[in-house]
């Protein structure tokens, strides 16, 4: 069965600073991968998804990036950070039937 | 462009009781999902509904899907204070398009 990892869990950055999240799956190969924002009380907004390696399609124009350095990697990052970025960021893989989430990572942009 | 509408957005319920949750889509979608969410927590996979007429029922919970309708209902029974979290109904187009959710309470 598929295991999804996100790093860090939780994370507190100044307005301005650099952002790395990073996604790892195990137990599939070639998965489609995606990061999802959720701000808080609210729903979730498709920010990138990716098919494959060096894939990246982005869903709404903003500060943010998306990297798939590797076919089970997947990274969000940003050079600066704003205050709206705070939010629970949830990393995803499709397996042809279901879509499920990782465990997430809480930031918080002061 | 595929909508997803859920409601209601906030339910307060009453141990032992019943209740629905409907999830309407716009256009034409491939398959129909609903996840639970704790709060603080990521998103669980409950039930995927594949075609028209689907049923899938896991403890009190079921779930239902009228394509025709483009309605997905969420049916709860005797809710038990566990059953307490936000509901999210998803539908395909490509890509998975939320509801925004429905925050359930229930209450003893």
């Known amino acids: 069965s598929q295991t999804i990892h996100q790093w860090p869990a939780t994370l507190v950055q100044p307005v301005g600073s650099p952002l790395s999240l990073e996604c790892t799956v195990e137990g599939t190969s070639n998965p489609n991968l995606y990061w999802y924002r959720q701000a808080a009380g609210r729903g979730l907004q498709l920010l990138f998804y990716?098919?494959?390696?060096?894939?990246i399609s982005s869903e709404v124009p903003q500060n943010l990036s998306a990297s798939r350095p590797q076919d089970r990697q997947f990274i969000l990052s940003s050079k600066k950070l704003l205050l709206s970025d705070s939010g629970f960021y949830l990393c995803a893989l499709y397996t042809g039937v279901e879509q499920y989430f990782g465990p997430g990572t809480r930031l918080t942009v002061t | 462009e595929l909508k997803v509408e859920q409601n209601p957005l906030f339910l307060s319920m009453q141990e032992g009781k019943n209740y629905t949750i409907y999830c309407n889509y716009s256009t034409t979608s491939d398959r129909l999902y609903w996840y639970r969410q704790d709060p603080g927590k990521s998103l669980e996979s409950l039930f995927v509904?594949?075609?028209?007429?689907a049923v899938k029922q896991e403890g009190r919970l079921m779930a239902s899907l009228d394509t025709k309708a483009r309605l997905s209902t969420l049916h709860i029974t005797a809710a038990v204070h566990d059953l307490s979290a936000t509901y999210f109904c998803a539908a395909e187009q490509g890509n998975l398009i939320f509801g925004k959710g429905t925050k359930l309470s229930v209450k003893p």
């Open positions: 509904l594949l075609s028209n007429g």
């Open positions: 990716s098919v494959g390696i060096g894939q």
